[in-house]
């Protein structure tokens, strides 16, 4: 059966404890992301969050990794924490223009991450969804939204964002609601239960009922082991994001990797 391509790594590179138990001793700092590219498919970004980077940061970034390797970029907070979703307009262009192309074919989805306490709106969710552009400087742009809020999951929520070709992410192991919903042409998710007691973040049963949900979401179905909010999605292959976040920040890029080597021998 045909699949989706999938993408699965960490948050960030730089992270002090990954030196020793992931990075080789004796690499150096400016180093670290090239290994990475060594060893996982993607990464999420999340200083993006929190102020924008120069276009030759992305540039830079592009060059270190193999061509296969995509980032993700957490969109910038002066969108997502306005009381007003629909009034985020100009905070979304500003982000979109700010230089993230220069990633080229290794942009991947645009994680838009609300606030916890962000209530569904239907018209002020539909009015930001609005705001997402489709492209730029020629470049498609694909958006992803976490909603962290209870009252995302229903059957509204999925509708609209399926009807604007935006994924609702499924943040799992954590102490939010699980969308399990295919809502875009890819899924997102974002694991979030390593525990310090695995050697690999999570148990070997965990990591083989992960890697069968993201072979299952790849090949066009849903996984019926994690709840579903709205209609059913039509059946097609799909790309695949995934990512190991929060946790046992220590153990996520073993988590990665076992997951990385699970999926491969499914597919």
Do not use: C
């Amino acid at each position: 059966m045909a699949a989706g391509k999938v993408i699965i790594g960490v948050g960030g590179w730089t992270f002090e404890p990954w030196r020793g138990p992931y990075y080789p001793d004796g690499l150096t700092q400016k180093r670290e992301l090239e290994y990475m590219g060594s060893t996982m498919t993607g990464v999420e970004v999340n200083g993006t969050f929190y102020g924008s980077q120069k276009p030759e940061s992305f540039r830079k970034w592009h060059d270190e990794v193999p061509d296969d390797f995509v980032f993700t970029l957490k969109g910038t907070r002066y969108a997502t924490n306005k009381k007003v979703l629909g009034e985020a307009g100009d905070s979304v262009n500003r982000f979109v223009s700010s230089g993230i192309v220069e990633l080229k074919d290794k942009l991947g989805p645009i994680n838009w991450q609300l606030a916890a306490t962000k209530k569904f709106d239907p018209d002020d969710f539909e009015a930001f969804l609005k705001l997402l552009p489709r492209e730029h400087e020629g470049r498609t742009l694909r958006h992803a939204l976490e909603t962290r809020h209870e009252s995302f999951a229903n059957g509204e929520a999925v509708d609209l964002a399926r009807k604007h070709g935006v994924a609702l992410i499924t943040g799992a192991d954590a102490e939010y609601q699980v969308i399990a919903d295919a809502t875009a042409d890819f899924v997102y998710l974002r694991l979030q239960g390593t525990s310090e007691d695995q050697d690999k973040g999570y148990s070997d049963t965990d990591l083989d009922r992960w890697a069968e949900r993201i072979v299952t979401y790849a090949k066009g179905g849903v996984p019926d082991d994690l709840p579903v909010r709205g209609a059913a999605a039509k059946e097609t292959p799909r790309n695949v994001f995934a990512f190991v976040i929060s946790g046992f920040k220590e153990k996520n890029p073993a988590a990665a990797m076992a997951l990385i080597e699970r999926v491969k021998s499914r597919l």
